[in-house]
């Protein structure tokens, strides 16, 4: 049964600086690109950023390219993502995910607060 447990997120002032991670268990993780997304009340989840399955390639959303980065450790099972001078458009809540076979797991999430 897959599981994701992200944490780290939190209420944080406008350029400040928060780590997300993401443990993941129950399913072979180093075989498989992961994502964090994000969502606002009332609008659809974003995809913020991808990691390849090893690590060597990532994507960003053009909103936090240069400012987040997104990372993972295969031994560990955990991705991670590293998040620099927050805006106060970047609340929401954090999501990982990992799609296996067309099929899309989450967690439950992590709330993160930027105040302005």
């Known amino acids: 049964q897959v599981q994701l447990v992200e944490s780290g997120g939190g209420l944080v002032q406008s350029g400040g600086s928060l780590r997300l991670s993401c443990a993941a268990s129950?399913?072979?993780?180093?075989?498989?690109?992961m994502n964090w997304y994000r969502q606002i009340p009332g609008k659809e989840r974003e995809l913020v950023a991808g990691?390849?399955?090893?690590?060597?390639?990532?994507t960003y959303a053009g909103s936090v390219k240069g400012r987040f980065t997104i990372s993972r450790d295969n031994a560990e099972n955990t991705v991670y993502l590293q998040m620099n001078n927050l805006k106060f458009e970047d609340t929401a809540v954090y999501y990982c995910?990992?799609?296996?076979?067309?099929?899309?797991?989450w967690g439950q999430g992590t709330q993160v607060t930027v105040s302005s």
């Open positions: 995910s990992v799609r296996r076979a067309s099929v899309f797991s």
């Open positions: 129950g399913f072979a993780f180093g075989s498989y690109p």
């Open positions: 990691i390849s399955s090893g690590g060597d390639s990532t």
